[in-house]
């Protein structure tokens, strides 16, 4: 007699709650191998399907302890001169002044250093921190591992109330913490990071406003925002989303109501565009020009192949998303499609619009700047989780197609790790740089002293780690520059370029003081 087969069936049904079940079977024709893994899956479940906020409390344990290891690295890696500029700016938060409102950098010449930046948030939070605890890169560091954990935090809680389903925001966190990407910049000291965690706590509160119609709600939401588009005006890509709501709730609350949103949202625009005019308007009176303030557009149409081949075959199923996750991408690109008209499908369309206009916009920066992708990967990370539950209900028809996605799903933290990582373990340090700071503080103990730092096509770099103020410089230093640059007050040169030594030497008195490994300190003067 044939044993009679119950099947648990989950139909795709995008407005109603959906718990994610691990079982699958409570009896399974076969051998009894699958039949006790189909018990242990739904003892699982049933143990701890409801505690999904014990899970990720385990998820944030695991992601400390995969990045435990390099917290005491120095900027290394990937956009070092990003990290070196965001760093100058919190060191002289530290040293000089704790004003928020003028960020100072160390490639400033004889000037202030006075630039424009992003609201200089993190860079500030750091320099507290070396307040409190010493100036170290573990310190600088661990400031942004915490900023990574809200991420995930918040991600969970978006992700929970966008789809109704506890289980499923623990599955976007998870997704978000092994997407190679964010993985790499959670302890890189930038401001994406900051900047998404921000992010994901305004949608949290407008989708918790949504619901519940709560002021308290939405103030919060459009108060995360704000602080999120300070940081990185590319987070208001989801902008539209808030817009949206608004308008799909004029019905239901009262007019006055409606009134008092749009009005907060005004002036949390006008806080957000008056800090970029202040930014903007910092840089020109000093005439410091470190930091992006301005769209890339028009740009040149020839670029348009490199740039889309870079963005969307290389670096989306291998960098923004591990491979795995990709192939949950594009199920849930393909679920989001046919069902059209449905709620979820309008967020993630407004949010993918929001997404395009950012990318014309910015689009041939996206080439070697991979960080600018970081907002975006929240709208790669809900398809993500979308394309799971789709491809879970598909898998319950046969057992084999719930091991194909039981071993995506192990995949995940595998490849997203290891291609995070590898840019740590991959990165070469510059012993002989980082040992500068050490030998000028022998050689030339005045630190108010200006230098001349040779030769590197980052304005940042070479001055962060020998920790002195001056001008960057590469080989192609023209002679008359660097006259100018002495007439400035600048006395000393520190040159790793022997090309640049012998150029200018004719013209420009050069004293050599001391040597070490591939760099010389010359004293500087005039024939």
């Known amino acids: 007699m044939l044993q009679e087969e119950k099947t648990l069936h989950l139909h795709l049904n995008l407005d109603k709650p959906f718990s994610f ?3 699958i079977l409570d009896n399974q024709h076969g051998s009894g191998r699958e039949e006790m893994a189909n018990q242990l899956i739904s003892q699982f479940a049933e143990r701890w399907g409801e505690k999904t906020h ?6 944030l344990l695991l992601h400390i302890v995969l990045h435990i290891k390099y917290l005491d690295l120095p900027p290394v890696g990937f956009h070092r001169w990003r990290q070196t500029q965001t760093l100058s700016v919190a060191r002289n938060f530290y040293e000089e002044s704790m004003n928020i409102l003028e960020p100072r950098v160390d490639s400033r010449g004889d000037q202030s250093g006075i630039t424009g930046v992003e609201f200089p948030i993190v860079n500030y939070l750091v320099a507290l921190a070396y307040q409190l605890l010493g100036n170290s890169y573990l310190v600088e560091r661990f400031v942004l591992l915490l900023f990574s954990l809200l991420a995930l935090v918040g991600c969970y809680h978006a992700t929970r109330t966008l789809m109704d389903s506890p289980s499923l925001g623990l599955v976007g966190a998870g997704f978000l913490a092994f997407s190679p990407l964010f ?3 959670s302890i890189v000291v930038m401001p994406e990071v900051p900047a998404i965690a921000l992010m994901y706590v305004g949608l949290y509160f407008v ?3 949504e619901r519940s119609s ?3 709600d939405f103030a919060l939401s459009v108060v995360f925002l704000c602080f999120a588009a300070l940081i990185k005006l590319s987070t208001l890509i989801v902008g539209p989303v808030w817009v949206w709501l608004l308008f799909r709730k004029r019905s239901s609350i009262p007019h006055a109501a409606i009134v008092r949103y749009f009005a907060l949202g005004a002036v949390v625009l006008c806080v957000i565009g008056g800090w970029y005019m202040y930014a903007r308007y910092l840089s020109d009176i000093h005439q410091n020009y470190g930091f ?5 557009f028009p740009f040149p149409l020839s670029v348009i192949p490199h740039v889309a081949n870079r963005v969307f075959v290389q670096y989306l199923p291998e960098l923004y998303v591990n491979y795995a996750e990709f192939i949950f991408v594009v199920v849930g690109v393909v679920t989001a499609i046919r069902s059209r008209g449905s709620d979820l499908n309008r967020f993630l369309l407004l949010y993918a619009g929001g997404t395009a206009l950012f990318m014309v916009s910015m689009f041939p920066m996206f080439v070697e700047q991979d960080y600018y992708m970081m907002p975006v990967i929240p709208l790669l990370i809900f398809l993500a989780t979308l394309g799971l539950k789709r491809a879970w209900n598909w898998a319950l028809e046969k057992p084999a197609r719930v091991r194909l996605i039981v071993f995506l799903l192990v995949l995940v933290p595998i490849l997203g790790s290891i291609r995070a990582l590898s840019r740590f373990e991959g990165a070469t340090i510059d012993h002989e740089l980082m040992a500068m700071e050490q030998h000028l503080n022998v050689i030339v103990p005045d630190r108010t002293a200006l230098l001349v730092a040779a030769s590197n096509r980052s304005p940042s770099i070479y001055l962060y780690y020998m920790h002195r103020k001056g001008w960057p410089a590469t080989d192609q230093l023209p ?9 400035k ?3 000393y040169l520190v040159s790793d370029s022997r090309v640049l030594e012998e150029r200018v030497r004719p013209e420009i008195r050069l004293d050599s003081l001391v040597s070490f490994g591939r760099f010389t300190v010359f004293r500087l003067g005039e024939f």
């Not at 014990?54 to 998820?59: D, T």
């Not at 992006?292 to 890339?296: P, Q, T, V």
């Open 21 to 23: 079940p691990l079982c």
């Open 54 to 59: 014990i899970l990720l409390l385990c998820l």
């Open 183 to 185: 993985s790499y910049y």
């Open 207 to 209: 989708l918790k406003w």
């Open 214 to 216: 709560r002021p308290r």
């Open 292 to 296: 992006r303030l301005y769209a890339e």
């Open 479 to 487: 002679t008359d520059t660097l006259r100018s640059y002495v007439k």
């Open 489 to 491: 007050g600048a006395q």
